[in-house]
């Protein structure tokens, strides 16, 4: 089998996906994208696939060290983003040439299902209460949050109260025990961070997601000593390499790699098996497309130390255009008591239409993130 030919569709609302095709007729699909870089991914893509025509699609581990280790330069969120879509459609070939779903190529499952969460709020969170209320009537048992606007490196304690009064409306929303995921979303600096990591203790949150940048990730260290709440990060990390430091160290919790970003299945695969040799959870990033929940979901099922799943149904982003909209049986990704069962049909276990996909593509996007500046007029962290 050889693969013979590829297209790469840019679909709104701000996805972009690959389908790679072999000589024997089998399909593959893939989602890789970078938000707001889509173009930028789709040019990457276009050069790595020169490498993959004619070839066998059955060598993912060849196919993978070859398109990340003979470049001199590596890793980085385009070129991760643009192998992980490519991964992605060669596993989706490989477990329909086997008639298989993915994970039973990765060793069988560990698990039947997997809890999800759901967004509320949007990028300047205003009634998140009511909104927690709404996506908890809808059997969701865990929802994550942005938790701030833009913060300076020093801010005032108004800017924290007004963190703590949302927080507060959400629990008392929805109770003592439902899952709060607190996103910093890497707006916040350290000194801030420290403050805010031991004020929010009192709603026992499920975690704090990248309360700091990932390139600042050496404050964790001291974040983590003044909370008790869990610390996740990993969406802005795109390899095992990048992964290593915050694990040797200990100061992490959570690891989120996002299965369009980190290098696919393949990748997503090893990261989280370090992760449990260092005894910590997995809980994949994923506020992009069917394809990219398809692939997560499979490495969900075969990864012990995961726990929880993001998905994007009904999330602030997805305009126009949402999450089963792409697919021929939204039942698939069917949410009972708060978890998704694994996809259980062959490859990535989802069926692309693709006459919507070439339609919207059609339409297209150009789908940026928002530029934020602080009142003094220099740049803020989105």
């Not at 991760?80 to 991964?87: E, K």
């Not at 130390?305 to 994007?312: G, L, P, Y």
Request: net charge negative; glycine share 8%.
């Amino acid at each position: 089998m050889k693969i013979i030919s590829y297209e790469l569709f840019q679909v709104p609302p701000r996805w972009l996906f690959l389908k790679i095709e072999t000589d024997e007729g089998i399909i593959g699909w893939g989602e890789p994208v970078i938000e707001g870089r889509a173009s930028t991914v789709k040019a990457c893509v276009h050069e790595l696939m020169e490498y993959l025509i004619g070839k066998d699609p059955l060598r993912i581990e060849d196919h993978w060290n070859m398109l990340y280790r003979s470049g001199f330069y590596r890793g980085g969120p385009i070129l991760m983003s643009a192998i992980a879509g490519i991964d992605q459609a060669l596993w989706d070939i490989k477990g329909k040439y086997f008639d298989a779903p993915v994970y039973q190529l990765l060793g069988g499952a560990c698990r039947d299902s997997i809890k999800v969460y759901s967004w509320i709020g949007g990028d300047r969170p205003a009634d998140v209460g009511l909104a927690a209320q709404k996506v908890v009537d809808a059997g969701f048992t865990a929802i994550k949050m942005n938790g701030t606007e833009e913060l300076q490196y020093i801010d005032s304690y108004e800017k924290i109260d007004q963190t703590l009064a949302r927080v507060a409306a959400v629990r008392e929303s929805v109770g003592p025990y439902v899952g709060i995921g607190i996103d910093f979303h890497g707006r916040v600096h350290k000194p801030m961070a420290k403050i805010l990591a031991k004020e929010l203790e009192q709603f026992r949150p499920m975690f704090i997601e990248e309360p700091v940048l990932a390139e600042n990730n050496e404050a964790l260290r001291e974040i983590a000593k003044h909370t008790t709440i869990p610390i996740a990060t990993g969406e802005r990390m795109f390899s095992r390499w990048d992964f290593k430091q915050i694990l040797t160290e200990g100061y992490v919790d959570i690891i989120q790699p996002d299965l369009s970003h980190a290098g696919g299945i393949t990748e997503c695969k090893k990261i989280a098996t370090m992760a449990e040799a260092f005894d910590v959870a997995l809980a994949p990033h994923c506020p992009l497309g069917p394809i990219a929940l398809a692939a997560c979901l499979q490495v969900d099922a075969t990864a012990h130390n995961a726990f929880i799943q993001e998905q994007s149904l009904g999330i602030h982003y997805n305009q126009g255009n949402d999450l089963l909209d792409y697919i021929k049986d939204p039942s698939v990704f069917e949410y009972t008591e708060g978890y998704v069962k694994i996809p259980q049909g062959a490859g990535l276990g989802i069926e692309i239409n693709e006459d919507y996909v070439r339609q919207q593509s059609e339409i297209g996007h150009n789908w940026k993130n928002p530029v934020w500046r602080h009142q003094d007029g220099s740049i803020a962290e989105w």
